[in-house]
């Protein structure tokens, strides 16, 4: 599961330790939230509008590259191995 961790956490440029970063981690929460209110309303047979879901999980894509797209400069790239896969 290191890629997991690798998609979730950034490095500190200052202390060199990595912290897990609110905005990756609250894109993936979306995506799961998505996929498991989708598994219960087919089970539930409860209506629910992923037109409109998708529309403000792309609004949160959106700003969420935004974001990492500011800060792109002050993290330091992950160091990958060829032994990490």
Same mark, same amino acid.
């Given at each position: /599961?290191?890629?997991?961790?690798?998609?979730?956490?950034?490095?500190?440029?200052?202390? @060199? !330790?990595?912290?897990?970063?609110?905005?990756?981690? &609250?894109?993936?929460?979306?995506?799961?939230? @998505?996929?498991?209110? +989708?598994?219960?309303?087919?089970?539930? !047979?409860?209506? =629910? $509008? =992923?037109?409109?879901?998708?529309?403000? =999980?792309?609004?949160?894509?959106?700003? &969420?590259? @935004?974001? /990492?797209?500011?800060?792109?400069?002050? +993290?330091?790239?992950?160091?990958?191995? +060829? $032994? $990490?896969?």
């Amino acid at each position: /599961m290191n890629w997991l961790h690798d998609i979730l956490t950034v490095n500190d440029p200052v202390d @060199g !330790k990595t912290y897990y970063d609110l905005v990756r981690v &609250a894109v993936a929460v979306a995506v799961v939230a @998505g996929i498991l209110i +989708e598994i219960y309303s087919v089970v539930c !047979k409860v209506p =629910f $509008d =992923f037109v409109a879901y998708g529309t403000g =999980f792309g609004l949160l894509i959106t700003g &969420a590259g @935004g974001a /990492m797209a500011l800060r792109r400069d002050t +993290e330091p790239p992950h160091d990958h191995h +060829e $032994d $990490d896969h």
